[in-house]
């Protein structure tokens, strides 16, 4: 960015919303300045986009191509000015014309092209990139309705559309130049060439133009600008300003509304799978543009792709983008005419895939005679490489049926999308140590002996500009006071808070931020609830996805234990809390909707009753998404992380609320285990049984939670109240789903199979000690501040860092600016 200059800025804006809007600054709406801004905003980036790309262009450095179906970016505006360091001086340029940054800033829609965790963590990737200065494209489809909005209505879920298209999204650039045609369907015809070779010919098909839009990923104050490319569908031809014949007309319009079709709406389902023809033409259709791309950039440059492997690397999101394998093996032989052995060396050493789950609902399989209508050159491609694979297997373990069954690409009629990613890709990779050891020793564990020295573990990261410069600037102010600057892209800095947790004057501090910042929240749960809180209580914060594994409905069980622990003795000793939850349901997932009402339910009730004198409060805090969760991890006291041990592959929200100061009371799970070492356990709650425990009750099947119900009164109570119209105003069926949920036993579906009442005793007893450590404003404050001082290696930074060093190779790029 050129140096800011304030007059030329304000002018801009003036300039902006006369040509925009014929209006001057006084008539303006608030989203009206806000495009106005953002468009200013975008002017500052494009020196340094430009700059970036020519640097590209000109030493053509190895590049990764992250391939995602999802990209949870969040609000761009102040995100932006953070990374270019022109926060401050452009908030204080709007204030001189009258105008307030933070209003501006929230009449962007959050461009929500994600679900949750997976998606948000390809974000938090592009934007190390960037700031470490990495060459690299974020892949995806730009969906005209991304992440549903969620209403509540009387305690339900209700899914709105999210159009945040509507007024245009001032950050995006289409790029009409970069467009690719990609087929569906039709047939392959084999026909015998000069040479003998065999071509391949794919006829009767249905295409499309894949069309880029660039959305810049502006680096921390490197003037670097990394890309995310969206591709967007369109016709190949507009059919109505041409006179076709009739063959023609039907095709042009079948085709004309494939591509409106194809990128209509982002799945909303997390860690589950529905198999839907659409999706896997979504995951096609942006594959296939993007390595085309890929491609034609390189071809630029050389004649053979032999070199491919040392410019370009791919890595694969999960299984999501894994037909990329295939095609990338497509466009080799039949476009570039390479052999088989030649295009699978290259491939190979092209494609990487990362795992974010091991819930055997997730994993992505397609009917093979989907697959294979939809994409027939590409299964016969997959066939291929199937047919060798089992037979490399068959060579290694001769007569081993067992092995065939587990590693197959091809197999019980299903095209086994995790298997193709492993056999084909040179790393797979896990998403905290636990969850790779996992991998490696259970879920996957034949590729693992077959493959070893393909896995290795990525442990999750989060953005420190995104979650603490932009999101808490309380306490990034508190953290460049004691630490100095240079956090921002070195998160090892706040160690200095070690030395400084033991200080009251310190401690003082930090407790009257997260008061501001608790405040900050309060308010906006008044206007959005109506329900006041107390910020003296803890404010104690579960907010992710809504999934049984996660066990939302563990501690809404636990909240109505407290409740009728109150009501047995109302003179009790008490620490004040407020129980704060936000989650999506997928829309169909019944178990995820019923929970989200009994919470609502439970908080009709609790926050109603005067007789407890406000020392509970329930809130469900409507659409939860990447803009409100910066504010309410800001205001975290305490910080649920309670999925079922071995269960969550790793989890990023619980290092944004380690960051912000929160305390974790969480299982050893996922990243926890990590955190935990880093923050020692006299700063961390843990309960609960561990991985090894869970997987041995799964294979012996031997958890037997009907005895704990029969057991245990406080078990007994709470599961009964399900069923007893407490929380239901009389209604005995409305929750009795959920209650059968923890005693229906049925071999495809075990009782309790995320073993709740398993953990509740231990989570009952550690949440006494979180509420006795509160009393002790010392001691909590000093346990907070070392939260923040050793949250470093959890910064997507030190993640991004490992990927280069062990996955990608790449070389950082040095942008100077004309000036
Ligand atoms: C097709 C259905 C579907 C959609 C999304 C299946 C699976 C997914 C994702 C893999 C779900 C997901 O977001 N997983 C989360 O990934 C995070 C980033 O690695 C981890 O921190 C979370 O633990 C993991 O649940």
């Known amino acids: 960015m050129k140096a800011f200059n304030k007059k030329i800025f304000i002018k801009q804006i003036s300039d902006n919303v006369k040509n925009m809007y014929r209006k001057n600054l006084e008539e303006a709406s608030q989203e009206e300045l806000f495009q106005a801004v953002a468009d200013a905003v975008k002017n500052m980036i494009m020196d340094d986009w430009i700059a970036t790309q020519q640097v590209m262009e000109k030493d053509e450095p190895k590049t990764v191509y992250y391939l995602s179906m999802e990209f949870l970016l969040g609000r761009a505006l102040g995100n932006n000015l953070i990374n270019m360091t022109a926060y401050a001086q452009v908030k204080e340029a709007l204030e001189e014309i009258g105008l307030d940054l933070n209003t501006i800033e929230q009449q962007e829609p959050d461009p929500a092209l994600g679900n949750g965790g997976l998606g948000r963590l390809a974000a938090c990737f592009l934007d190390s990139l960037a700031s470490l200065g990495y060459p690299a494209y974020g892949c995806g489809i730009r969906y005209r309705y991304g992440m549903f909005k969620q209403q509540i209505v009387e305690g339900f879920q209700v899914e709105v559309p999210d159009n945040w298209l509507k007024n245009g999204y001032p950050f995006e650039m289409k790029r009409p130049e970069y467009c690719y045609e990609v087929r569906f369907g039709g047939h392959v015809r084999m026909e015998m060439r000069e040479d003998g070779n065999m071509d391949f010919i794919h006829e009767d098909y249905q295409a499309v133009n894949a069309v880029a839009y660039d959305l810049p990923i502006v680096g921390y104050n490197n003037h670097v600008v990394d890309t995310l490319i969206i591709w967007d569908a369109q016709p190949e031809v507009e059919f109505s300003l041409t006179s076709f014949n009739e063959g023609q007309y039907h095709k042009a319009v079948e085709e004309s509304n494939l591509a409106r079709t194809l990128v209509e709406v982002l799945y909303p389902n997390d860690e589950h799978i529905q198999g839907k023809e659409l999706r896997l033409k979504q995951q096609y259709f942006f594959v296939s543009a993007s390595i085309q791309r890929a491609i034609a950039k390189y071809k630029k440059h050389h004649r053979s792709l032999k070199q491919l492997p040392k410019k370009v690397v791919f890595q694969m999101n999960d299984t999501h983008p894994t037909v990329?394998?295939?095609?990338?093996?497509?466009?080799?032989?039949?476009?570039?005419?390479?052999?088989?052995?030649?295009?699978?060396?290259?491939?190979?050493?092209?494609?990487?895939?990362?795992?974010?789950?091991?819930?055997?609902?997730?994993?992505?399989?397609?009917?093979?005679?989907?697959?294979?209508?939809?994409?027939?050159?590409?299964?016969?491609?997959?066939?291929?490489?199937?047919?060798?694979?089992?037979?490399?297997?068959?060579?290694?373990?001769?007569?081993?049926?067992?092995?065939?069954?587990?590693?197959?690409?091809?197999?019980?009629?299903?095209?086994?999308?995790?298997?193709?990613?492993?056999?084909?890709?040179?790393?797979?990779?896990?998403?905290?140590?636990?969850?790779?050891?996992?991998?490696?020793?259970?879920?996957?564990?034949?590729?693992?002996?077959?493959?070893?020295?393909?896995?290795?573990?990525?442990?999750?990261?989060?953005?420190?500009?995104?979650?603490?410069?932009?999101?808490?600037?309380?306490?990034?102010?508190?953290?460049?006071?004691?630490?100095?600057?240079?956090?921002?892209?070195?998160?090892?800095?706040?160690?200095?808070?070690?030395?400084?947790?033991?200080?009251?004057?310190?401690?003082?501090?930090?407790?009257?931020?997260?008061?501001?910042?608790?405040?900050?929240?309060?308010?906006?749960?008044?206007?959005?609830?109506?329900?006041?809180?107390?910020?003296?209580?803890?404010?104690?914060?579960?907010?992710?996805?809504?999934?049984?594994?996660?066990?939302?409905?563990?501690?809404?069980?636990?909240?109505?234990?407290?409740?009728?622990?109150?009501?047995?003795?109302?003179?009790?000793?008490?620490?004040?809390?407020?129980?704060?939850?936000?989650?999506?349901?997928?829309?169909?997932?019944?178990?995820?909707?019923?929970?989200?009402?009994?919470?609502?339910?439970?908080?009709?009730?609790?926050?109603?009753?005067?007789?407890?004198?406000?020392?509970?409060?329930?809130?469900?805090?409507?659409?939860?998404?990447?803009?409100?969760?910066?504010?309410?991890?800001?205001?975290?006291?305490?910080?649920?992380?309670?999925?079922?041990?071995?269960?969550?592959?790793?989890?990023?929200?619980?290092?944004?609320?380690?960051?912000?100061?929160?305390?974790?009371?969480?299982?050893?799970?996922?990243?926890?285990?990590?955190?935990?070492?880093?923050?020692?356990?006299?700063?961390?709650?843990?309960?609960?049984?561990?991985?090894?425990?869970?997987?041995?009750?799964?294979?012996?099947?031997?958890?037997?939670?009907?005895?704990?119900?029969?057991?245990?009164?406080?078990?007994?109570?709470?599961?009964?109240?399900?069923?007893?119209?407490?929380?239901?105003?009389?209604?005995?069926?409305?929750?009795?789903?959920?209650?059968?949920?923890?005693?229906?036993?049925?071999?495809?579906?075990?009782?309790?199979?995320?073993?709740?009442?398993?953990?509740?005793?231990?989570?009952?007893?550690?949440?006494?000690?979180?509420?006795?450590?509160?009393?002790?404003?010392?001691?909590?404050?000093?346990?907070a501040i070392m939260n923040v001082a050793c949250v470093g290696k959890f910064s997507s930074d030190r993640t991004i860092q490992e990927y280069v060093d062990d996955i990608w190779h790449l070389e950082k790029i040095k942008v100077r600016t004309s000036l």
């Open 324 to 783: 990329a394998v295939a095609e990338l093996m497509r466009i080799l032989i039949d476009v570039e005419g390479l052999s088989w052995d030649e295009a699978w060396k290259i491939t190979t050493q092209c494609v990487a895939y990362t795992n974010h789950t091991i819930m055997a609902e997730a994993l992505e399989k397609w009917p093979i005679d989907i697959f294979e209508r939809i994409l027939p050159r590409v299964y016969q491609i997959v066939d291929e490489i199937n047919r060798r694979f089992v037979l490399d297997i068959m060579d290694r373990y001769p007569g081993n049926e067992d092995k065939i069954r587990s590693m197959a690409i091809l197999y019980d009629g299903q095209v086994r999308m995790a298997n193709l990613a492993i056999a084909a890709g040179f790393s797979v990779n896990g998403v905290a140590r636990l969850h790779t050891e996992i991998l490696k020793n259970e879920s996957l564990k034949d590729f693992y002996e077959m493959f070893p020295e393909k896995f290795n573990n990525k442990t999750n990261g989060i953005t420190q500009r995104r979650f603490l410069a932009h999101g808490n600037p309380l306490l990034a102010d508190f953290v460049t006071k004691y630490c100095g600057k240079g956090w921002e892209t070195d998160l090892q800095k706040t160690r200095k808070l070690i030395a400084k947790a033991d200080d009251p004057k310190v401690q003082k501090e930090f407790m009257e931020i997260k008061r501001e910042n608790k405040k900050r929240l309060a308010k906006y749960i008044l206007e959005k609830t109506g329900i006041e809180v107390n910020v003296d209580s803890i404010f104690d914060v579960h907010v992710k996805r809504l999934h049984e594994y996660k066990r939302q409905l563990m501690n809404i069980l636990h909240v109505m234990y407290l409740y009728n622990r109150l009501k047995d003795n109302p003179d009790m000793d008490f620490v004040p809390r407020t129980f704060i939850f936000g989650a999506k349901a997928a829309a169909g997932y019944r178990n995820a909707k019923n929970t989200i009402k009994l919470i609502n339910n439970v908080a009709d009730v609790i926050n109603h009753d005067v007789s407890i004198g406000g020392k509970i409060k329930v809130v469900f805090i409507e659409d939860y998404k990447v803009s409100n969760a910066e504010w309410i991890y800001a205001a975290a006291d305490v910080s649920e992380q309670i999925s079922t041990a071995s269960k969550e592959a790793s989890g990023t929200g619980n290092m944004k609320f380690m960051l912000n100061g929160a305390l974790t009371i969480g299982t050893m799970d996922g990243a926890n285990v990590e955190m935990f070492e880093e923050v020692g356990e006299e700063n961390m709650f843990i309960f609960g049984l561990s991985a090894q425990e869970v997987i041995g009750f799964e294979r012996n099947h031997n958890y037997r939670p009907g005895d704990i119900y029969n057991n245990d009164p406080d078990v007994n109570r709470v599961l009964n109240q399900l069923i007893d119209g407490t929380y239901s105003h009389g209604d005995y069926e409305l929750f009795r789903s959920l209650y059968n949920y923890f005693l229906n036993d049925r071999p495809d579906n075990p009782a309790d199979r995320y073993f709740i009442l398993a953990d509740f005793r231990s989570y009952i007893q550690t949440q006494e000690k979180v509420a006795a450590y509160y009393r002790n404003r010392s001691a909590w404050a000093k346990s």
